[in-house]
Nanobody
Framework: QVQLVESGGGLVQAGGSLRLSCAAS????????IAWFRRAPGEVREFAAA????????YYADSVKGRFTISRDNAKSTVFLQMDSLKPEDTAVYYC????????????????????????WGQGTQVTVSS
């Protein structure tokens, strides 16, 4: 059973940076694809970024491309989301999610944007960006 725990959220001014972490427990972490989703108040959960099991292929939503960087350290079973040039519209609860099969064709097909692909979720960490 995979468990995910997010950390690193907080309050930051617009233009600032935060680094989120997603620590996983359970077997075979290096075979999972991991994604970050976010949910702003009153909105549905939306895809932000994902990374393949090997770490060589990142995926980003257009809204965060060029500002966010996803990476992973399989030795530490942790995925990171470096968020720079933050905007007030980035305010949300951020969740990490694991796709246990990690199949590249599923990621490349666009399925990664949909919550239904993912097998495990963390509890979320709040990010608030003030203007």
């Amino acid at each position: 059973q995979v468990q995910l725990v997010e950390s690193g959220g907080g309050l930051v001014q617009a233009g600032g940076s935060l680094r989120l972490s997603c620590a996983a427990s359970g077997p075979l972490f290096s075979s999972y694809a991991i994604a970050w989703f976010r949910r702003a108040p009153g909105e549905v959960r939306e895809f932000a970024a994902a990374i393949s099991w090997s770490g060589d292929t990142p995926y980003y939503a257009d809204s965060v491309k060029g500002r966010f960087t996803i990476s992973r350290d399989n030795a530490k079973s942790t995925v990171f989301l470096q968020m720079d040039s933050l905007k007030p519209e980035d305010t949300a609860v951020y969740y990490c999610a694991a796709y246990l099969s990690g199949r590249r064709e599923e990621l490349d097909s666009g399925a990664l944007y949909h919550t239904a692909l993912y097998d495990a979720w963390g509890q979320g960490t709040q990010v608030t960006v003030s203007s």
